[in-house]
């Protein structure tokens, strides 16, 4: 298995991979978020408590279940690149921050318009949203800390850390309704608290964003391969290629 994840982890060899999967994952994307999106919005019976307002969850929900999954994605590329020194780890920490980030900012826009009419306030300090907001700050922290150093491999190992440091937030938040008396409703069943008529197409919209973090994230990586090789024979071959065609 460890000698397979060398050989994945040559930059010319996951370029290429990168670029096998995007145009699948793109076209999965488009069509699961379609989808699920016409068929939520504009199909999908209104709830008999919330009204037309739960259809925002269709956003919602499955924005905030993949800002906690990318973050736990970060977290085992950044303990991979810490202990075993691969250089595309950090890479592919560096490609997912970004990704998450905006699925967290997604969160916590739509969850202040799903706040609003339910609670009748765009935001209170629950402890579900704060740790939400907490985790949104990390995403940002490592960003910028990747970015603060010219040393490829110093800014790797400060963001793997301040990654792994940060993970403690992942369950305070999946269990914070749980901890704490607060607003925000707590874990709902899916299976059996959902009608299928509503159940179906949030389904499509949660793989649909997962899709979408993976054709975003190989994207990301393919152009941070490149800047980082840049020098690199094959990179210019590339180049050179580009420029002929």
């Known amino acids: 298995m460890w000698k397979w994840l060398h050989q994945l982890a040559k930059p010319e060899r996951l370029y290429q991979l990168c670029g096998l999967f995007v145009p699948w994952f793109a076209m999965f994307s488009a069509v699961l978020l379609v989808a699920g999106c016409v068929w939520g919005f504009g199909f999908a019976p209104a709830d008999y408590q919330q009204g037309q307002s739960y259809r925002i969850m269709y956003l919602h929900v499955p ?11 970060m977290a085992v590329a950044a303990f991979i690149g810490l202990v075993w020194q691969m ?4 890479l592919a920490v560096a490609a997912m921050a970004p990704v998450g980030a905006v699925f967290t900012f997604i969160a916590l826009v739509t969850g202040s318009a799903w706040g609003k009419p339910m609670w009748g306030t765009w935001w209170v300090w629950d402890a579900r949203l704060t740790s939400e907001l ?14 603060a ?8 190992r ?15 938040i999946h269990y914070s309704v749980e901890w704490w008396n607060t607003l925000h409703q707590g874990s709902t069943n899916m299976q059996q608290s959902i009608d ?9 919209t949660i793989f649909g964003f997962l899709m979408l973090f993976a054709t975003l994230t190989l994207m990301r990586l393919r152009n ?21 065609s």
């Open 149 to 156: 150093f010219d040393d490829r491999r110093l800014a790797g």
């Open 63 to 73: 924005a905030a279940i993949w800002s906690m999954g990318i973050y736990g994605s």
């Open 196 to 204: 299928p008529s509503m159940r179906t197409p949030l389904r499509l």
């Open 87 to 90: 250089k595309m780890s950090d």
């Open 158 to 172: 400060a963001a793997g850390i301040l990654v792994l440091v940060g993970v403690v937030n992942l369950p305070i």
């Open 224 to 244: 941070l391969i490149l800047l980082q090789e840049q020098r690199r024979p094959w990179v210019m071959e590339l180049a050179n290629k580009g420029r002929n």
């Open 134 to 147: 907490v985790l949104l700050f990390l995403y940002i922290g490592v960003i910028a800390l990747y970015n």
